[in-house]
């Protein structure tokens, strides 16, 4: 329905509980850290110390927090190589797929409109003074 219609439409609510998809589903996924990672994975299987290489910034810690927290939504593998020294690498699943080609839209236009954005950010600050 569009806003010029004269019929009232119920507004989207996003309850703060598991039973809102928007919430429950985005959350964990558009995380910083997050959606970094996804797109790193979009490349091929990695290895930890690569991710972190790949992603500047980010901390041993807390790439160990959202490598778990996306193998614990679906998005991503683990693998254990029994080697010695010991291996493992990082993949995106199916669903992890599915989610990141979307995305990668939102890559393409954050490069394009960056210089925008900033520049939004520069004269909205000046206006706070």
Do not use: D, H, I
């Given at each position: 329905m569009s806003k010029h219609e004269t019929r009232p439409r119920?507004?989207?609510?996003?309850?703060?509980?598991?039973?809102?998809?928007?919430r429950d589903v985005l959350t964990p996924l558009t995380s910083?850290?997050?959606?970094?990672?996804?797109?790193?994975?979009?490349?091929?299987?990695?290895?930890f110390s690569s991710l972190k290489r790949r992603i500047d910034g980010i901390?041993?810690?807390?790439?160990?927090?959202t490598v778990r927290q996306l193998q614990r939504e679906g998005y991503i593998l683990r693998t254990a190589y029994p080697e010695v020294p010991p291996r493992v690498e990082y993949q995106l699943t199916s669903l992890g797929d599915e989610v990141v080609k979307p995305l990668c839209n939102l890559i393409l236009w954050s490069e394009k409109r960056h210089e925008d954005i900033r520049?939004?950010?520069t004269v909205f600050d000046s206006q706070q003074d």
């Open positions: 119920e507004k989207r609510q996003f309850p703060n509980n598991p039973s809102c998809p928007v910083k850290w997050s959606m970094l990672v996804l797109f790193a994975l979009m490349e091929g299987p990695e290895r901390s041993q810690r807390m790439l160990t927090v520049s939004a950010r």
